[in-house]
C-alpha cells in the first residue's frame, strides 16, 4: 500500500457470522459485504478492510466455525474487489486474522492489543506479539501488521509513547493505529501528532474520519480507515452510503493536490 498517497480505508462490517450470538443467515453476510466492498471501490477509496462487526459479544479469540466463515465471505469479497483487502478478527484474534489473509491472499491485518495489555469490555487482553511473529514465520507472506496503540473500547494504564514504541519496536507491527475512545469517536490530534513526531511506522487514524474533520487529520496521518462515516445517515448499523464514500474519497483526492 502506498502510504505516500495517504491512502483511504473503507471498513465493511460483517454482520453476524455462523457461531455468534445474532446470527441469522450467511447468505445474507455475504451479500451486504459485497454491496459494502464494491461501493466503497466504486467510490474511488484505496483499500478494504473487513471486519467480523457484527459478532457480539466478542470473544477474545474466536471459534473455529468463525474462521471457515469469515474465510468464506472474504475470499468472495477478494474474488469481486480489486483493492487491497485487509482482515480484522475481533476482539484480538491476529493468528486467525493472519491465518485468513495469507488464505485468500489478502494484503494486510489489524490487530488491537499487538503488546501490552488492555482492560476491555472482554476482560483483560494481553499482547500477541509472540504468537504472530511465529506465524508470519512459518508462513511468510507480504501480509502487512497494522497494530493499534491504546486501542479504543479499553482502559490502558500504561504510557501512551512507550506503548507506541512497544508495538514496533518490540512488537514488530508495520504500521500503527491510532483510534478515539470508541467506534466513531474522533482522534485526540495531539496524541495523533505525536505518535506522527515518534513513529518510525506509517500513522493510520482509527476511528472518528469524517468529511468534516479530513483536512485536519491529514496533516497529521500516513492513511485513514473509515468506518462509521460512509454509512447511511452516518450510523455505523446501516449500509455504506455511496454518496458519503464518493464525497470523501473527492476530498482525499483534492488534498492529494
Known amino acids: 500500500m502506498d502510504f505516500g498517497k495517504k ?14 450470538y445474532l446470527y441469522d443467515d450467511l447468505d445474507g453476510v455475504i451479500e451486504a459485504a459485497l454491496r459494502d466492498a464494491k461501493a466503497i471501490e466504486e467510490a474511488g477509496f484505496d483499500a478494504i478492510m473487513v471486519e467480523n462487526f457484527g459478532d457480539v459479544p466478542f470473544q477474545k479469540y474466536v471459534d473455529k466455525t468463525t474462521v471457515a466463515a469469515f474465510t468464506a465471505v472474504a475470499k468472495e469479497i477478494r474474488d469481486e474487489v480489486s483493492l487491497p483487502l485487509g482482515i480484522n478478527v475481533l476482539r484480538n484474534d491476529g493468528i486467525a486474522a493472519y491465518s485468513i489473509a495469507y488464505a485468500i491472499k489478502a494484503d494486510f491485518i489489524r490487530v488491537n492489543v499487538l503488546s ?124 455504506v452510503s455511496p454518496e458519503r464514500a464518493r464525497k470523501l474519497a473527492e476530498l482525499a483526492k483534492e488534498l492529494r493536490g
Request: proline share 6%; net charge neutral; charged share 25%.
Open 7 to 20: 491512502p483511504l480505508i473503507g471498513m465493511v462490517h460483517l454482520k453476524p457470522l455462523p457461531g455468534s
Open 116 to 239: 501490552g495489555v488492555a482492560y476491555t469490555d472482554q476482560g483483560i487482553i494481553e499482547g500477541i506479539a509472540p504468537g504472530l511473529a511465529k506465524l508470519r514465520r512459518l508462513l511468510p507472506s507480504k501480509i502487512k501488521v497494522f497494530a493499534d496503540v491504546h486501542v479504543k473500547h479499553a482502559v490502558h494504564f500504561d504510557n501512551f509513547e512507550d506503548s507506541l514504541r512497544d508495538t514496533v519496536e518490540r512488537g514488530l507491527a508495520d504500521a500503527v493505529v491510532i483510534s478515539g475512545k470508541a467506534t466513531g469517536k474522533p482522534v485526540d490530534i495531539e496524541r495523533l501528532a505525536l505518535a506522527k513526531r515518534i513513529s518510525p511506522v506509517p500513522v493510520l487514524v482509527g476511528s472518528g474520519t469524517t468529511y468534516d474533520n479530513l483536512s485536519e487529520l491529514w496533516k497529521h496521518a500516513d492513511g485513514f480507515i473509515v468506518g462509521t462515516w460512509i454509512k447511511r445517515d452516518g450510523k455505523v448499523e446501516n449500509e
